[in-house]
């Protein structure tokens, strides 16, 4: 991250209250306060069920707060903007019956980019993330790593200055996934987007990230962040990324067993 860093994205008290049904209410998230610089790699990391989807969520505008607010350069998010933040899920994101090319103009599609002009930027895309040669095929004659690739072409087709990624390799096994996040390195410093990047995996935030903010479980909060010094390219295997990983872990251990004793 450079010295002089614009904030981009500011999280601000954040609360998020879900109906957890006989009138109980769950907080999923309590007073979560951070914010992400311009072009960083800002990761979040957390036990299952701690909310880092209901965080992602509302950050994108998909879902309301119950207090507190996201601003994106000072403006206040409260619905989708698809110029703005485009989203990358773990799975099920192509469709079955489009082709990759297909799938990943769909984006450009809804926005009502030309015809002409979807082609050339899909294309584009498609070969950024390596599927060139796979223009034409359909998603279940991809990999897992594959599909994953073409849903990542979707998202950086839609030219955003923020993409968000909730555990977008999460379904892939550990190979597939180092290889992505060594190409999504590639891309991001290429692009120079801002990113929020959700994960479980100690291993990919401490690879990928500038930051890595740790959250606690139940109700989700702030537990700490941490700032990644660590020059790039980086090495996945290096005694800096272990020496990060082993911090995280630390920190995330009580929290990953009081998820699973049931909080
Ligand atoms: N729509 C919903 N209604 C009720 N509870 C929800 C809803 N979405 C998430 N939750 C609850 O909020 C908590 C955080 O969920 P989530 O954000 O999905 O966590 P994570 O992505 O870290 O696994 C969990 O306890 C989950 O069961
Ligand atoms: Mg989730």
Not at 158 to 184: H, N, S, V, Y
Not at 200 to 213: Q, T
Request: with cysteine; charged share 25%.
């Amino acid at each position: 991250m450079e010295v002089m860093s614009k904030t981009l994205i500011e999280v601000r008290n954040l609360t998020k209250l879900y109906n957890g049904g006989l009138g109980k209410p769950i907080t999923a998230l309590q007073d979560v306060n951070f914010s992400v610089a311009k072009e960083e790699f800002f990761t979040i990391i957390g036990p299952s069920g701690c909310g880092k989807s209901t965080l992602l969520n509302l950050i994108a505008g998909l879902d309301k707060p119950s207090s507190g607010e996201v601003l994106v350069n000072g403006v206040k998010i409260n619905k989708p903007n698809p110029q703005l933040m485009a989203i990358m899920f773990q799975e099920h994101a192509l469709y079955n019956w489009r082709t990759v090319l297909r799938n990943v103009e769909f984006g450009l599609e809804i926005r009502g980019v030309s015809k002409a002009e979807r082609r050339t930027k899909a294309l584009h895309y498609i070969r950024l993330v390596g599927l060139q040669g796979f223009e034409d095929k359909y998603p279940n004659q991809l990999s897992g790593g594959m599909k994953q690739r073409a849903a990542l072409a979707r998202a950086l087709s839609l030219e955003t200055d923020i993409l968000l990624m909730d555990e977008p390799f999460g379904a892939l096994d550990e190979q597939t996934r180092l290889l992505l996040g060594l190409e999504l390195t590639r891309i991001w410093q290429e692009t120079k987007k801002t990113i929020i990047f959700v994960t479980h995996s100690l291993s990919e935030a401490a690879f990928l990230s500038d930051r890595i903010l740790v959250m606690s479980a139940r109700p989700g909060r702030v537990k700490r962040i941490y700032n990644v010094d660590i020059r790039r390219p980086r090495d996945p295997n290096s005694d800096e990324v272990n020496h990060i990983k082993a911090l995280i872990w630390n920190e995330i251990k009580d929290e990953a067993l009081s998820m699973m004793k049931g909080g």
